[in-house]
């Protein structure tokens, strides 16, 4: 649950990871995010569990939330808001070191990994990044879609 004041990144900058098994872990998603049966109906092009691991990896949620506001950005833009998010959640100052490990990370996991699903263009030479695909079902499920 974030902290912040922007609506869009509501969702996205809490600590606790989604996971993929058992009964109980849907009914905790259902609670903190969309229901995952919404999803499920959706006509999406991966697997429910697909999805679901790739929203469990380190800051993809957040980069999703990023990219609803803003589809054309960049790996610095993104790293920043990451960061943020990092630093509200963990009620202290993110540092140039954090920074640099969450850019490292989204440059060689998490845009790599949402480019390969075919939701963002990345271009690892300029770092823009562009929002290509990403299902309204997903925006929806991480609440960036919705208003306070």
């Known amino acids: 649950m974030c902290h912040g004041t922007d609506s869009k990144l509501r969702a996205c900058s809490g ?3 989604l996971c993929t ?31 679901l691991r790739l929203c469990s990896r380190p800051h993809v949620r957040t980069v999703i939330a990023a990219l609803y506001s803003r589809p054309d950005t960049t ?25 640099d490990q969450i850019q490292r990370q989204l440059y060689h996991a998490t845009l790599p990994r949402l480019e390969e699903f075919g939701w963002i263009t990345f271009d ?21 879609d919705e208003t306070e």
């Open 21 to 51: 098994g058992g009964k109980s872990s849907t009914k905790r998603m259902n609670n903190q995010y969309g229901s995952v049966e919404d999803l499920r109906q959706a006509a999406l092009d991966h697997s429910i569990d697909d999805i």
């Open 124 to 144: 690892h030479e300029t770092g823009t990044v562009k929002e290509t695909g990403i299902p309204d079902a997903m925006y929806t499920f991480l609440g960036v």
């Open 15 to 17: 600590r606790e990871y």
């Open 75 to 99: 790996l610095e833009q993104l790293s920043t808001v990451c960061a943020g998010s990092v630093a509200v959640t963990d009620d202290r100052l993110a540092t140039q070191q954090d920074f």
